[in-house]
């Protein structure tokens, strides 16, 4: 399954703007830009592009997780991005350090919680949607304006945005959704948890449990979003291919899930 790895900016055209000016200015290759967002025909003119459209382009660097960051256009709001991407606006504040979330600026860059997928031969954009667990309406409303998107058909190569797991209060980054898993494999994400304290366990898809519920600590208790980062332990063996990874916390009052997010894993 074909994640695309390093830092990828979700860039707004501008009128006057070209695809050189923009692989110059964000230190990409115009081939690269236009295998990405699929700008050849029937989808669009060879290179054109029109101001208002959103391309998804890939910035220099070697790094091997894959994120997106979203450059703040005029009129946005944090509650509209934070709904464009599928985030609670505290969740995507907290990500970002925000101490003043209302006043955003032109051209501020906000760490978004999603990776970036290489679309392959015979996808679609609802066979994508329930591999990683999201919903077809949040995939399209993750790439709007983006030119290579159609709920008909995808063109293998272009890169599509795809929103993490989350609840209000958790964002789980590794594992990405839909990917094997095996023991040891890295948990990691941010909470914002009562005692910095968040639980997780992980079930096949016949419900066995595969690890049992475990606690694992945060970088920060609330009112912050901390960052956690444990290996995963099997204490028994899959009897599926299959399965789900939970990431919540538990009620102090009575002990009940709060704030559980749902990772659909492969083993």
């Known amino acids: 399954m074909p994640i695309s790895p390093g830092t990828h900016l979700l860039y707004t055209v501008r009128p006057g703007d070209s695809l050189y000016t923009i692989a110059d200015q964000l230190g990409t290759n115009v081939p690269s830009m236009v295998r990405m967002n699929s700008l050849v025909p029937p989808v669009t003119d060879p290179d054109r592009i029109f101001p208002g459209q959103v391309l998804l382009v890939r910035l220099p660097g070697m790094a091997e997780q894959s994120s997106v960051i979203y450059q703040v256009q005029p ?29 955003l600026r032109v051209g501020q860059m906000l760490y978004i919680a999603a990776f970036v997928y290489e679309v392959e031969q015979g996808d679609s954009l609802y066979q994508i949607s329930r591999r990683f667990g999201t919903t077809l309406s949040e995939l399209i409303r993750a790439n709007r304006n983006r030119p290579g998107v159609s709920p008909d058909v995808l063109y293998p190569g272009f890169r599509l945005v795809v929103p993490l797991p989350s609840s209000t209060n958790i964002v789980v980054s590794q594992p990405i959704p839909g990917t ?30 595969v690890t049992q519920e475990r ?12 960052i956690f980062d444990v290996q995963l332990p099997f204490d028994q063996t899959p009897t599926t291919q299959t399965g789900i990874l939970i990431v919540y916390t538990r009620s102090a009052r009575d002990g009940s899930i709060q704030d559980l997010v749902e990772v659909p894993v492969v083993f």
Request: glycine residues 10%.
């Open 75 to 103: 009129g946005d709001r944090l509650y509209q991005i934070a709904e464009r991407f599928s985030v609670s606006v505290d969740m995507l504040a907290g990500l970002n350090q925000l101490q003043q979330p209302d006043n």
């Open 215 to 226: 606690a694992a600590t945060t970088s920060q208790g609330a009112p912050a979003y901390g």
């Open 180 to 209: 094997r898993i095996a023991p040891g494999q890295h948990l990691a994400g941010n909470a914002r948890a009562f005692e910095a304290t968040i639980n997780y366990q992980i079930r096949d898809a016949m419900g066995r449990i």
